[in-house]
């Protein structure tokens, strides 16, 4: 059974640093691209970027760009998205989500979500 | 700007047929990539209903279906449940952010 797990909640304050985490359990780690996406509190989700543990070949939405950093330890089959220095406004939910590809387009959808993270950033 | 429209809410009563539409330009659905849908209920994680435009995941009833057409898709729902009240996105890959693009998202209440 494919599983992403995430730790339900971290709470932090401005300016902390921060690294969360997605284990997957139940598939080939290496082979699919993992997402995160962001929901912030009351709007829609957002597509943060994805990363593919087999080679770290990352690529980031523009929104995202600079703000975060995603990897990926396949000794441990996780997930990983931190920052540096977070703001008030990062508060959210993230969840992270195996991508699977459109055969024979750049195309891919989310087949497996993990619970999602609840980020909250407040002094 | 790359976007997703959808409608914000949609409403229906139980046994009735709604439909989300999902609205986006010649850098995604136009460009001719698929379109995908979630349904996503509050403290839970999203769940694929269609994916591939019209193609449902096993397990998912045959009360979903979903269409594409130009720059637009929809998703149609049929039968209306009181546990088809949720939160629904389309996504798409868009050339110009070389990523992929969620719709708004769309509020459905079933009366």
């Known amino acids: 059974e494919v599983q992403l797990v995430q730790p339900r909640a971290e709470v932090k304050k401005p300016g902390e640093s921060l690294k969360i985490s997605c284990k997957a359990s139940?598939?080939?780690?290496?082979?699919?691209?993992i997402a995160w996406v962001r929901q912030m509190p009351g709007k829609g989700l957002e597509w943060m970027g994805i990363i593919s543990p087999g080679d770290s070949d990352t690529r980031y939405s523009p929104s995202f760009q600079g703000q975060v950093t995603m990897s990926a330890d396949e000794s441990s089959s996780t997930a990983y998205l931190q920052w540096s220095s977070l703001k008030a406004s990062d508060t959210a939910i993230y969840f992270c989500?195996?991508?699977?590809?459109?055969?024979?387009?750049?195309?891919?959808?989310?087949?497996?979500w993990g619970q999602g993270t609840l980020v909250t950033v407040s002094s | 700007q790359s976007v997703l429209t959808q409608p914000p809410s949609v409403s229906g009563a139980p046994g009735q047929r709604v439909t989300i539409s999902c609205t986006g330009s010649s850098s995604n659905i136009g460009a001719g990539y698929a379109v995908h849908w979630y349904q996503h209920l509050p403290g839970t994680a999203p769940k694929v209903l269609i994916y591939g435009n019209n193609n449902r995941p096993s397990g998912v009833p045959d009360r979903f279906s979903g269409s594409k057409s130009g720059t637009s898709a929809s998703l149609a729902i049929t039968g209306l449940q009181a546990e088809d009240e949720a939160d629904y996105y389309c996504q798409s890959y868009d050339s110009s952010l070389s990523g992929s693009l969620f719709g708004g998202g769309t509020k459905l209440t079933v009366l």
């Open positions: 139940g598939y080939s780690f290496s082979t699919y691209y």
């Open positions: 989500a195996r991508n699977l590809a459109v055969a024979g387009t750049p195309s891919y959808y989310f087949d497996y």
